[in-house]
């Protein structure tokens, strides 16, 4: 080896071992920290509490048509109380997208990164382009993974942004519904149900179904909208970002291919 070469390994060698120890023990405790991603926390936690007012809405409506005289309302509350297991998966996927932030800036900048240099450090010295490429490979990885959960959250913001004022009046017009009915019920116990909703409650028995009718139907929307936004935006995030890195580094990443049929139908004894 030429002195002017081993001068260039000695100097990116020594730049490694810099980039590593920044890593390791500077960067690692800034993506790490909470107090540095207060607008992602803000924006998860805003829409973590809009879930669960939707989740009060979704109880406070089902439990507001089981007091409507006769089974005229059971289908509507049966659809309301089935909604709620929407809400849990939702309310799932922006507490593990909270988690991955911190998780993310942790295993990218305190281990791949470090890991990634040490790799091309020994590449330099000893071990020649291969495991220079995979070095490189490993660090493109570890940004772009920490990339992922800012990245669709800002991509989120902007779709949650044309609904969230629609989603806040539905909540406050239900709550007021389902509280008139409430208090009609609770205020005369010695007058039949059924002649109490009637006379009390503006628009009657069925005026109230359609109404709740209504809120079943854009509950519904509200969680498509919810499951596109904590769900889908990050998952297409995340193939995007395994695009690109496949697109600069060559790096090939499978995404498992589930086959819902064999996960969702089952065999019936007797059939072949």
Known sequence: ?????????????????VIGLLSLFVISGFASSEDNFSGTYAALDQKRTTVTELMGVTAASSTAISLLPGDAGTPIAEQLADLSGYFMFILGAICLEKWMVTITGTLAFKILIPAACL??????CFFGDTW????????????MMFAIVPASVV?????????????QQ???DTQKDAEQIQAT???EQDEGVFNKLFSKVKGGVTGQ??????????????IAVLIVTSCAIPIAVMVFFIWLIKLLTGVNIQIPNVR?????????????
């Open 260 to 272: 819902m049929s064999k996960v969702i139908w089952r065999k019936k004894p007797g059939l072949d």
């Open 170 to 172: 539905m909540i406050e």
């Open 1 to 17: 080896m030429e002195l002017s070469e081993k001068r260039k390994t000695i100097i990116i060698v020594a730049a490694l071992i």
């Open 155 to 167: 991509v989120s913001e902007k779709i949650d942004a044309s609904y969230e004022a629609s989603m």
């Open 185 to 187: 019920v609770g205020k």
């Open 132 to 143: 220079k490429s995979v070095g490189i490979k490993l660090i493109c990885f570890a940004l």
């Open 119 to 124: 790799i091309l450090i020994l590449a330099y």
């Open 209 to 222: 179904l359609d109404k709740f009718e209504n809120t079943l139907n854009r509950l519904t929307e509200s």
